[in-house]
Structure formats: C-alpha cells, structure tokens
C-alpha cells in the first residue's frame, strides 16, 4: 500500500509537471476547425481546490469522487452537497460505477477508494464496506450482474453485489490495472503493459496491444459503436474497429499527448489532458481544442481527468472543481 501511495504522488507530480507543456502539432493532416466552447465552472458546495478525480451520472443525478468524499448534485451542478457517511475518514473516491437495479428501484452505486470498494443502494445517503479492504482500487465495471475492480495486484470480481471476489487474472502479465471497460461479451484492462482482453469474465487473458508504441499505461477506454479507444500516458489516442487486434495512434491536433479521460455523445469524442479538452467529430482523425473560459488559478491551463455527460452537457472534473458547457456548442 505504501508503495502504491508513493506511485500516486509520482503521478500527480508529474501531472502537475505537464500543465505546462505540449507536443508540437502534426501538419501531415487538416486540423478540425471548430468553434470555441463556453465553459463554467459548477463547484459550489465542492471541497475547494479538491481534485475531482470522478464523475458518473445515475438517472437525473451527478456524482463527484474526490479525494474528500464523495457529492451530489441534483441540480446539473449547480449546488452540491457531501454524501459520505459509512465512507473512510480519508476516502480518496477514484472511480465509480454503476449496477442497474430492478424497475422502480434505486440504482445500486459503487465506489472505488485507496482502501476498498463501498456500496450505496440509497443514492450516496449511506455507504458500507464491501470488501477488498486493503485494496487500492483504480477504476471499476460491470457486465449485466458481475462488478470488475482493477486493483495494484491484477482484476477482481464480484457476483453477489461485492459481497464477495475472486481473482480473474490468470494471463494477465501486468498486475497494476488503471482502467477497465465492457464492450460486447469482452472485458478490456488497461495496465502500463498495454492493453489486454478477456472474452469470459475475466476467466482468462490475453494481450492485444499491436500497434500501441512503447507498451503504453492505458488510463481510460470508451466504446462508440465498433470503435474502442484508449487513453494513453504519452502517447495520446489510439483507436482499434477489431476488438483490440490491432491500434493505431488518432492525434492529429492533439496537441497534449498525455490524456486521462475519455468521453463520447454522437459523434463527438472528448479527450481530458494535461492542458484542457480536446473534441473530435471524425473518430479522432482530427482533434481541436475545446477550452475556452476552463482556466486555472495558477496556471492558463487546467488538467481534465475525469468527465461524464448528463442530459444536454458535457460536465469535467479537474484539479480545481467540476466544469460545465452545454453539448449543443
């Protein structure tokens, strides 16, 4: 754990380092031309300068995972208050995910912490422990009514609401897994070894990382149709139609190639960097910046790690709070 604590320091140190820097922008394509984006911040009730390190929409409401608990908003963002009670005096919440529930009931939301995974069936009023208590949990996923936690020490899975798990790591050659995502009947893990694809929950693995340079970290993943991209520490997007058999690198105007998050509405892909959000309408042929108004206290740029769209916004969470601007810019 303690080593684990040490590689998130490193991280953010070295995020922080990238706010100022970009990679120089590729000329060998037409960069898109899109107009500038509004954006405002939407912090009132946040922890202040607290980094939203997730945000995940259940039904009409937003939730923001920081590293001082857990808010809600039912308002758009607007206001948001703490609902962290049953969590750990410091929770360090990393990621989120969802398990439907049945109709007329509460969705079933869980929490992924530096020390295990919490479970709330009352839209965050409450929280309890449900295992993997020693565990720093990277980022969580399910498929119909299995929970997949990506952990320091590989994949674990749950059948019974995280009553309890089991290992599913077998070929899986890099333990520390940063993202995880469902596509289909397959189950990706994004590790610093690459990616990796499991087509029966986890039961086994096997690596499909051809075309991914220098065997990069994978920080996040979304599916849009056939399409599965991959967020890459350094080496951008990459995108691959064939399950993961094959990638190649979309970052043509991507002008900062160290890229946290991923999000997708339509035809739009939104990529979180070190220096503000990035859109592209053509797959990631082609990107532009999209920041206009997202500025930090003490900087001209502002990290965008997490995102998540509800309703008729896009909505980032950042180093200094949580962000808005409406899709139909």
């Known amino acids: 754990m303690t080593q684990m604590k040490k590689l998130t320091a490193s991280f953010v140190i070295i995020a922080s380092l990238i706010l100022f820097n970009s990679c120089s922008k590729s000329t060998s394509?037409?960069?898109?031309?899109?107009?500038?984006?509004?954006?405002?911040?939407v912090s009132s009730g946040l922890i202040s300068n607290n980094r939203v390190n997730t945000l995940?929409?259940?039904?009409?409401?937003?939730?923001?995972?920081?590293?001082?608990?857990?808010?809600?908003?039912?308002?758009?963002?607007?206001?948001?208050?703490?609902?962290?009670?049953?969590?750990?005096?410091?929770?360090?919440v990393h990621c989120f995910t969802v398990l439907p529930a049945s109709s007329g009931s509460i969705s079933n939301l869980f929490a992924g912490t530096y020390s295990g995974v919490y479970h709330s069936s009352n839209n965050g009023t409450s929280w309890i422990n449900v295992g993997l208590l020693n565990?720093?949990?990277?980022?969580?996923?399910?498929?119909s009514s299995k929970i997949f936690a990506g952990t320091a020490t590989g994949?674990?899975?749950?059948?019974?609401?995280?009553?309890?798990?089991?290992?599913?790591?077998?070929?899986?050659t890099d333990s520390i897994v940063y993202s995880l995502t469902?596509?289909?009947?397959?189950?990706?893990a994004g590790t610093s070894d690459g990616v990796f694809i499991s087509p029966n929950s986890g039961t086994s693995w096997s690596a499909v990382s051809s075309g991914l340079s220098?065997?990069?970290?994978?920080?996040?993943?979304?599916?849009?149709?056939?399409?599965?991209f991959a967020a890459t520490w350094g080496g951008g997007v990459y995108l691959s139609t064939n399950n993961g058999t094959t990638w190649s690198a979309v970052n043509t105007g991507l002008t900062d190639t160290y890229v946290f998050a991923l999000a997708t509405t339509g035809t739009n892909l939104f990529a979180g960097t070190g220096i503000g959000v990035f859109l592209s309408t053509s797959n990631g042929t082609s990107w532009a910046a999209v920041d206009s108004g997202l500025t930090e206290s003490?900087?001209?740029?502002?990290?965008?790690?997490?995102?998540?769209?509800?309703?008729?916004?896009?909505?980032?969470?950042?180093?200094?709070?949580?962000?808005?601007r409406p899709l139909s810019e």
């Open 298 to 324: 003490f900087s001209i740029h502002l990290a965008v790690v997490s995102f998540a769209v509800l309703g008729s916004n896009l909505f980032a969470g950042t180093a200094e709070g949580v962000w808005k």
């Open 155 to 172: 994949v674990l899975l749950s059948t019974d609401n995280g009553t309890s798990w089991v290992s599913v790591n077998t070929g899986l």
């Open 56 to 92: 995940i929409a259940s039904g009409t409401d937003l939730f923001a995972g920081m590293d001082g608990g857990v808010f809600l908003s039912t308002n758009n963002g607007t206001n948001w208050i703490a609902v962290d009670s049953g969590l750990p005096d410091i929770p360090e």
């Open 135 to 143: 565990n720093f949990i990277n980022c969580l996923a399910v498929s």
């Open 214 to 228: 220098n065997q990069l970290t994978v920080y996040s993943f979304v599916v849009s149709g056939m399409n599965l």
């Open 182 to 188: 469902v596509s289909g009947t397959n189950l990706f």
């Open 29 to 41: 394509n037409p960069v898109e031309t899109i107009a500038p984006a509004t954006w405002t911040q």
